[in-house]
């Protein structure tokens, strides 16, 4: 996983507006990607997957969409919610890595109300 | 919570004393993951298993062993604890090993070494 420093970047959000949490990859042989939110005290929950045959999936109120070019990856949150306020964070898998997570460092969304 | 129970949920122990966390699913799902969780170095694994008796080295694996005598339970022992293993483990789930497969986590054990 990629190293980052103790403080996470983080993103305010106003209520209602809309979200978009980035996060660049290093794997180029990477196929599956997730986006998981993890709450304080709480383990990561799942929220959304693509695979890298796709670039953009929904779901509701939220859509991520990856581009291999460059290897980024986003995730969107529409009309964000108090209890959007968590981590985010990307995982990717695949290559030689197998299904074997490899995550970044997390994003903390503040929603302000 | 993908049928995960994880326990102790909360433990302190003194340096140089064993440790076991307990991981159990209801899923029947084939692989089961150990990773630890650190600031700085977001989620990392441990050990994973992909099948009874059949286990293995993830990236963090020094000073940990796992044990897997049953489909629905996945040990992960500190022989002898050291204050650099104070952290959040949380243990994780997937049907099957292909990239592809959704990997659901518990809610963690928060272990401090004193």
């Known amino acids: 996983g990629e190293n980052v420093g103790l403080h996470l970047p983080t993103l305010s959000v106003q209520e209602g507006d809309n979200s978009i949490i980035n996060c660049a990859y290093s794997?180029?042989?990477?196929?599956?990607f997730i986006w998981y939110k993890q709450e304080s005290g709480k383990g990561p929950q799942f929220i959304i997957d693509?695979?890298?045959?796709?670039d953009k999936r929904q779901g509701q109120r939220v859509t991520v969409l990856l581009n291999k070019t460059v290897k980024h990856l986003s995730l969107q949150i529409a009309a964000t919610q108090p209890g959007d306020s968590a981590v985010y964070f990307c995982?990717?898998?695949?290559?030689?890595?197998?299904?074997?997570?490899?995550f970044g460092g997390g994003t903390r969304v503040l929603v302000k109300p | 919570d993908a049928g995960i129970t994880q326990s102790p949920r909360h433990k302190v122990t003194e340096t140089g004393t064993p440790v076991t966390l307990r991981c159990h699913q209801t899923?029947?799902?084939?692989?089961m993951y150990w990773y630890r969780q650190d600031p700085g170095h977001g989620l990392r694994l441990i050990h994973y298993?992909?099948?009874?008796?059949?286990?293995d080295k993830g990236e963090v694996s020094d000073g940990y062993s796992v044990s897997r005598s049953k489909t629905e339970d996945f040990l992960l022992t500190l022989e002898s604890a050291t204050s650099s293993q104070t952290s959040v483990y949380f243990c994780?789930?997937?049907?099957?090993?292909?990239?592809?497969?959704?990997?659901?986590f518990g809610e963690g054990s928060w272990l401090t070494v004193v």
């Open positions: 794997n180029s042989a990477s196929d599956y």
């Open positions: 994780a789930i997937s049907d099957t090993g292909g990239t592809g497969n959704t990997i659901y």
């Open positions: 899923e029947n799902h084939r692989y």
């Open positions: 995982a990717e898998s695949g290559g030689a890595a197998g299904n074997k997570l490899t």
């Open positions: 693509i695979r890298s045959n796709m």
């Open positions: 298993s992909y099948g009874v008796k059949d286990t």
